[in-house]
């Protein structure tokens, strides 16, 4: 991938072959949120249990959501030059 843009694009279409929905439509209603901003309390972390990092603020590039609208996975758009973790790791460079 040249950059995070064309990234996206493999992305979108991998998950609407996989029968994610970005719109609502006769199959159910959208269940990806994009560019998500998020503000997560702290009894939600917990509530969700110990694997979610302690990140109280940020945006998604991919929020996928089960039937009641709850998080199920976040999809991180990169190109293919940076390391897989630089979405977890924010100290690590982007460029």
């Not at 979108?12 to 990806?32: H, K, S």
């Not at 249990?49 to 998604?60: A, C, F, K, W």
């Not at 709850?70 to 977890?88: G, N, T």
Request: glycine share 4%.
């Amino acid at each position: 991938m040249k950059n995070e843009a064309h990234a996206r694009i493999k992305i979108n279409q991998l998950l609407t072959d996989a029968g994610w929905r970005f719109f609502d439509n006769e199959e159910g209603i959208a269940n990806i949120l994009l560019e998500n901003h998020v503000k997560i309390t702290q009894q939600e972390i917990d509530a969700w249990g110990n694997d979610y990092e302690r990140t109280r603020n940020g945006s998604l590039d991919f929020l996928l959501v089960d039937s009641d609208n709850k998080p199920i996975c976040v999809l991180e758009a990169k190109k293919e030059s940076l390391h897989p973790l630089v979405a977890k790791r924010p100290y690590l460079s982007t460029r």
